[in-house]
């Protein structure tokens, strides 16, 4: 009776270890998609908003951003499942992508307007943070 329990023991801690990591695999793997998305759009909004000054920038940027934000985070809203330290990898990635943002924008409206070499090395300097971010998240569902 003894040796029958501890089998049904062992074999539960296996499901539930099973169980674990595929949950953990699932939020890795949407989060991956989730910050490759976020990077790509700031590829593009970076450089519309320096590009094109004043209204014509600021309308651009924002018909494309909020519609694809709002796409994305409606994706994330839909997933059953987040992976653990998820929270401290988002933040760090949205603490990072906010300060070059906005230093990026501040420089470039100021001191570069126009200039299509500043916008373009800054859209990257600002994409990076999600790219690191998605990079770090795919790494460990190896």
């Known amino acids: 009776m003894g040796e029958r329990n501890e089998r049904d023991a062992v074999a539960a801690l296996d499901r539930a270890h099973a169980l674990g990591a595929a949950t953990d695999r699932r939020g890795r793997t949407?989060?991956?998609?989730?910050q490759l998305a976020y990077g790509v759009m700031s590829l593009v909004v970076v450089p519309l908003v320096g590009l094109f000054p004043g209204p014509v920038g600021a309308?651009?940027?924002m018909a494309f951003w909020v519609p694809c934000l709002t796409l994305l985070l409606v994706y994330a809203?839909?997933?059953?499942?987040?992976?653990?330290?998820m929270a401290k990898t988002h933040l760090w990635m949205m603490a990072v992508w906010t300060a070059l943002y906005?230093?990026?924008?501040a420089l470039g409206i100021t001191v570069f307007p126009g200039v299509a070499a500043w916008w373009a090395v800054g859209a990257v300097a600002v994409a990076s943070p999600a790219f690191v971010a998605a990079w770090t998240t795919a790494r460990r569902l190896a």
């Open 77 to 85: 809203a839909r997933q059953p499942v987040s992976h653990r330290g």
């Open 102 to 105: 906005l230093g990026v924008l």
């Open 30 to 34: 949407w989060l991956v998609r989730f």
């Open 59 to 61: 309308v651009g940027s």
